[in-house]
């Protein structure tokens, strides 16, 4: 991959000449199920492109799903929803589209248990929503990304590798082969997780983080519970 800069005192511009695409997954999972020539475009009739197709989406959905990668999360403001919450909350967010997982509101995570909010599907809009006494609803979410631009090196790989053992009982492996493939996605997977985990500091503690925190440790033992 080559990387051209272009500096000014003012902006820095990244030109990427070579991006990863899917055709990559598709080629990684292919090696990895014994097809040594691999798949020219994720498009084409050929078995293994057929085959690895068909999960493409369920299967990247799913490993997406697993982990906070950095280049498929993003932070939004959401909008309040147009009909009226349900009787146990006091407001209404609608999510977007793409989000596959939420990971905290306004800086909280539902294990700190300080600010409950859940989620459920709203019929009258048909769409997924937010449901929280919070005013106002800034989320940190993993998404579904198709175009993979921004995910790193190791991320395609192991994605890959979990492709692959996704559909491998369509194809002809000893019992070995299938443990081989196990062992080299759980490892990738892993090794993944780790160094992706590496880039940033810890996350920052929001102004409501804060406050919140400081009404949990003020309720009294014993104290009334909200379900």
Do not use: C
Request: aromatic share 8%.
């Amino acid at each position: 991959m080559e990387w051209t800069f272009f500096s000014s005192a003012e902006t820095v511009e990244v030109r990427v000449d070579q991006t990863v695409t899917k055709l990559d997954v598709f080629n990684i999972a292919a090696l990895a199920l014994g097809f040594a020539e691999g798949v020219s475009d994720p498009d084409e009739n050929s078995q293994p492109a057929i085959t690895l197709r068909k999960r493409w989406v369920t299967a990247r959905r799913s490993f997406l799903e697993e982990h906070p990668y950095n280049g498929a999360k993003r932070t939004a403001v959401l909008s309040k929803a147009p009909t009226a919450p349900v009787d146990r909350w006091k407001n209404m967010f609608v999510l977007p589209y793409d989000h596959l997982r939420i990971m905290s509101l306004n800086g909280i995570s539902q294990s700190d248990g300080t600010d409950p909010w859940e989620i459920e599907v709203d019929i009258k809009s048909n769409s997924r929503v937010l449901l929280t006494d919070a005013d106002e609803a800034i989320v940190s979410m993993i998404i579904d990304v198709d175009d993979l631009t921004h995910l790193k090196t190791k991320v395609i790989e192991a994605m890959g590798l979990y492709l692959a053992y996704q559909v491998n009982e369509v194809f002809p492996m000893t019992p070995a082969k299938r443990k081989d493939l196990k062992d080299k996605m759980d490892h990738a997977v892993s090794i993944t997780k780790g160094a992706d985990g590496q880039e940033g500091t810890p996350p920052r503690r929001t102004q409501s983080f804060v406050v919140a925190a400081m009404k949990q440790r003020r309720r009294p033992r014993g104290g009334r519970r909200r379900f």
